[in-house]
């Protein structure tokens, strides 16, 4: 029995340990790192789901265990263990392009800075001032810029480094100084402070609102929002794909606990900024929506497709943050968690293949490999929010939660997203199950990727006709 | 596990099986009948007065569960799929691909679904899940060459796809309107007993019926949105169009009596609402009336006649009395046997002429004289020939619809008969055209068309045996009805 607090602090120092061991390891013993780091964060699941309640009085003040922290420590720690088996499916893809030519460069910081990223995403979950979600962010943002550019002899993968360094910086750089701003309109650090503070007719309503705006800007970043989406797609199509997969994924669902709380803090019960807070996050809303949606239409590449996907799915989450729907929140983030990771896995799995992520490559596919074809389709289907998969719930209960809040206008214009989606997820799924001429040799699937894929369909299919498996983030 | 389930599942395990490798004819054909006779077991409990019904909760807030049910209504509607299911298995031909067998079951057992869940969260669901193979077999093994064949399946992708979301808003602002004290719900019975206890005001009433009137409409190709039908249908590979235009389509006319009427009483009733749809399905009538009569090929005039068809089953909807409803739900049950007929005519036509254009075939019946028999079947149900089975939903939805306020004096909706019944007139022009074009006068050199063999025989004998049985004695549907309460005009 450990505490949530004291897994956090193990799959750090294991991470820690996994680089050093590489670093001085011999040959053979490297080739443990990979299976280590996924028996860690197994290991720490398995922790997690049997923790005790306990944790130590004096992180109480800024350390939360509600019911939202747990479920996001649990979401993050299923993130990264289903991330390195992509990662290890993919290893020597990743391995060749990370080295000089014709020399063999371990790749050990591959699968131990995933541990180190996991325990900062699961203390994010808990955070309970600003100070606490900012250095854990800081954690998770800075393991990633080494992540992002891993394989460096891909120069879309330095560009992608490159990008996602500079604008993450930026976006730290405005987080902090609306931190700064908040502290100065509030006088306190702590979002229980914030939220007393802000319904007070004595706080200055513009210093605060002038710093909400900068922390949600920042918050966005993290999170893909317009309108700071821009470096989504670069990043994610450059990144390795098993990073992608935990970028879009883990570090978005890590931005939204955070962005949960501070909205939560900012439109608390009587607060002076609730109105215009609401009304940013509703605008942002439906613009992300769009701005995902809608040139997702004209990708030809699924990498890329995916990355814009991610946009428009961060849309609706903003969509049920806008309407106080931190549940709904939650539970879309649990839909979205299966059916993409499923989708990146397939890529690395094609990748090992020899077939690209281009549209094109996925042609025949189902001829090729019967498996991947349909699991292809069920991700895709997830994504775009056919009923009796994931996806729809999550969906169905966004628009549920807009309507009863009545943003007719906002609904309407998700509809528009989400029949874009009904375009841009089949051409793929269409793809894969047109029968072409050439190329027809059958693909080989590892044991563990067919193991990992069956459990992600079957995850993908039982929260769409079984969503009481995930009604616990609902209350 | 109950007979109802079991209708749902049957067709969807053997698809899983097919898709799993095991032989698709014999697999595929013995779930049809299985299904077949479950339904008939199913019915005849229903008249034995036993409730079919169950429940499985899937959710606690909103209130979502799995839950089956079965009335007049869903029994006639469930009798259509599988008729139909059966008839389309047969026309699959010999060295086709697994995935016809697998279409055809899960578009079955989606309707199937669509018809016998009383949540609305599977009612739609499972449409969606019927929907997608649809699209897909248009896609992928449609008619006609890959470039055209994509475009359709997009336009019906896009133009279905859009009509679901519409559907899905309007639904979902109907269940946050009715929601219960107890918090939400998608069950029909508790929303039905929420709109008794406190109904909306009628504006709410008519913008959500609205919304619902779109989105269904745009399903069943309700004018100006039916565009997509004709293409589609003409497009299809034969099960398919069987099936879609036979029992898919009468989903949206289903989800408006099920849904759309008994929850929205005053929104149905309301006057620009009401206006609206009788113009639109004047359009139906008269202008695809028209339209239709200028085809030139077989596969189009049905798809347009289908089209056209639809028309009459949104006058007994708009009418909204019981006989103009039960009128809609005999001619949706025609209509669908009909259809399927003809599509399956049409489909085997078109695998040995290799052309459907009426001007460059003749005389087919002098080799085909089984053939010829069918095809006069459907036609002469599709004109509403009394004796089969669409005469008596059509006279039902007439009289019904003349019926309606008459004494208030004449209003659009009897000009609206009138003109439906100068569209009996039309449809009796175009099919009877085709049909004479077709199977008599001077046989056209280099097409030859042969009768099929048994099974399939016995399926074409089954669907127009079936529209003979029901014209004759409409009662048999009519019975299942009488229990049906829609909402009081």
């Not at chain 1, 030519?101 to 325990?119: D, H």
């Not at chain 1, 007393?196 to 800007?217: C, I, V, Y």
């Not at chain 1, 943050?321 to 979205?336: D, E, H, K, N, S």
């Not at chain 2, 399903?219 to 898919?248: D, E, I, N, Q, R």
């Amino acid at each position: 029995m450990m505490s949530s607090f004291s897994i956090e602090i193990f799959l750090a120092v294991v991470g820690v340990l996994l680089i050093a061991l590489d670093a001085f390891a011999t040959e053979l013993n490297r080739k443990v790192v990979p299976w280590a780091a996924i028996g860690a964060t197994g290991l720490a699941l398995i922790l997690m789901l049997t923790r005790s309640a306990d944790i130590p009085a004096w992180i109480t003040p800024f350390y939360a265990t509600d019911s939202l922290a747990v479920f996001y420590k649990v979401f993050a720690l299923v993130t990264t263990l289903i991330v390195l088996i992509i990662a290890l499916e993919g290893d020597f893809i990743t391995a060749y392009f990370s080295s000089s030519e014709g020399v063999k460069t371990r790749i050990g910081e591959f699968y131990a800075l995933p541990l180190i990223v996991c325990a900062g995403m699961m203390w994010m979950a808990s955070a309970k001032d600003l100070v606490a979600l900012f250095v854990p962010l800081e954690l998770v943002t800075v393991s990633f810029y080494v992540l992002v550019a891993f394989t460096r002899r891909s120069a879309m993968s330095l560009e992608a480094g490159v990008k996602y360094l500079i604008l993450g910086a930026l976006s730290t750089g405005v987080l902090v100084f609306g931190i700064a701003w908040v502290y100065g309109a509030t006088g306190s650090l702590s979002f229980e402070g914030i939220a007393a503070a802000a319904s007070k007719p004595t706080t200055n309503a513009m210093a605060l609102m002038l710093g909400a705006a900068l922390l949600l800007a920042g918050l966005g970043f993290k999170v893909g929002a317009a309108p700071f989406q821009i470096w989504i797609p670069d990043v994610y199509q450059g990144a390795p794909t098993p990073v992608t997969a935990f970028l879009s994924v883990g570090s978005k669902a890590a931005g939204f606990v955070v962005l949960t709380r501070a909205v939560q803090a900012f439109t608390g019960d009587g607060s002076q900024i609730a109105t215009q807070v609401g009304n940013a996050l509703l605008s942002a809303a439906a613009l992300t929506i769009l701005l995902g949606s809608l040139p997702a239409i004209f990708q030809t590449n699924v990498k890329r497709l995916m990355a814009y996907s991610s946009i428009s799915h961060a849309g609706f989450m903003v969509l049920a943050l806008a309407c106080g729907a931190t549940g709904t929140v939650a539970f879309y983030m649990g839909t979205y968690l299966p059916a993409t990771l499923l989708g990146f896995l397939l890529l690395v799995v094609l990748r090992t293949q020899g077939v690209g992520d281009e549209l094109k490559d996925l042609a025949g596919l189902s001829k090729r490999s019967p498996l991947l074809a349909f699991a292809l389709a069920v991700a895709f289907a997830s994504m775009a929010g056919l009923p009796l998969t994931a996806g729809f719930m999550g969906k169905l209960l966004v628009f549920m939660a807009a309507i009863s809040k009545a943003h007719y206008g906002v609904v309407a214009l998700a509809v528009v997203g989400a029949a874009a989606g009904f375009y841009y997820y089949f051409r793929p799924i269409l793809t894969a199950y047109s029968p072409v001429e050439g190329e027809s040799t059958k693909l080989q699937v590892s044991p563990v990727a067919r193991v990992t894929i069956a459990v992600l369909i079957v995850g993908v299919v039982a929260v769409g006709v079984y969503p009481k498996l995930l009604q616990s983030v609902l209350k | 596990m109950g007979l109802l389930e079991l209708l749902i599942f049957i067709p969807l395990l053997a698809a899983a099986l097919i898709g799993a490798g095991l032989p698709g004819k014999v697999i595929a054909r013995s779930a049809a009948a299985l299904n077949l006779l479950l339904v008939l077991a199913a019915i005849s409990q229903f008249n034995a007065g036993n409730t079919l019904a169950h429940s499985y909760p899937i959710l606690d807030n909103p209130a979502i569960a799995f839950a089956v049910k079965a009335d007049g209504l869903s029994l006639t509607m469930a009798l259509l799929t599988s008729l139909v299911l059966i008839a389309a298995n047969c026309q699959i031909g010999e060295g086709k691909p697994a995935i016809y067998y697998v279409s055809s079951l899960l578009i079955a057992g989606g309707a199937m679904g669509a018809f016998l869940c009383t949540d609305i969260f599977f009612l739609y669901g499972f449409h969606e899940l019927a929907l997608i193979p649809t699209l897909l077999m248009i896609a992928i093994h449609g008619h006609g060459d890959a470039t055209n064949r994509r475009a359709i399946a997009w336009k019906i992708t896009v133009y279905l796809g859009v009509g679901s979301l519409i559907l899905l808003a309007g639904l979902a602002a109907l269940v946050v309107a009715l929601k219960p004290a107890s918090g939400l719900t998608f069950d029909l019975a508790a929303l039905m007993q929420s709109a008794k206890d406190h109904p909306l005001p009628a504006a709410t009433q008519a913008w959500i019926f609205t919304a619902l009137l779109v989105g269904f409409g745009t399903l069943v190709s309700l004018f100006p949105f039916h565009s997509w039908a004709a293409p589609a249908y003409a497009t299809a590979p034969t099960p398919v169009a069987m099936l879609h235009s036979g029992v898919l389509k009468k989903f949206g006319l289903y989800g408006l009596i099920r849904i759309a009427l008994p929850l929205l009483p005053l929104g149905a009733k309301h006057e620009c609402v009401q206006q609206a749809l009788l113009w639109m399905l004047i359009g139906n009538i008269i202008v695809i009336g028209l339209v239709t009569i200028h085809q030139q090929k077989l596969d189009t005039l049905l798809g347009n006649s289908s089209v056209m068809h639809m028309g009459y089953i949104f006058l007994g909807i708009a009418a909204g009395t019981q006989v103009a409803i039960n009128g809609a739900i005999i001619l949706m049950f025609a209509h669908g046997i009909s259809i399927a007929l003809l599509f399956a005519l049409c489909g085997r036509m078109r695998n040995q002429l290799g052309t459907l254009e009426f001007s460059k075939l003749g005389g087919l019946a002098a080799n085909a004289p089984f053939l010829t028999v069918m095809f006069a079947f459907g036609t002469f149900a599709s004109i509403g020939l009394p004796g089969l089975a669409n005469f008596a939903g059509e006279v039902m939805v007439f009289l019904g619809a003349f019926d309606s306020n008459i004494n208030d004096g004449f209003k659009l909706i009897h000009w609206a008969t009138i003109l439906g019944l100068w569209g009996v007139v039309m449809s009796a022009v175009y099919m009877l055209r085709a049909y004479r074009n077709l199977f008599f006068g001077k046989a056209a050199s280099g097409h030859f068309m042969s009768d099929p063999v048994i099974t399939q025989r016995v399926s074409l004998v089954l669907l127009a045996g079936v529209l003979l049985v029901v014209g004759c004695c409409p009662g048999l549907i009519t019975g299942l009805l009488k229990d049906l309460t829609i909402a009081a005009p």
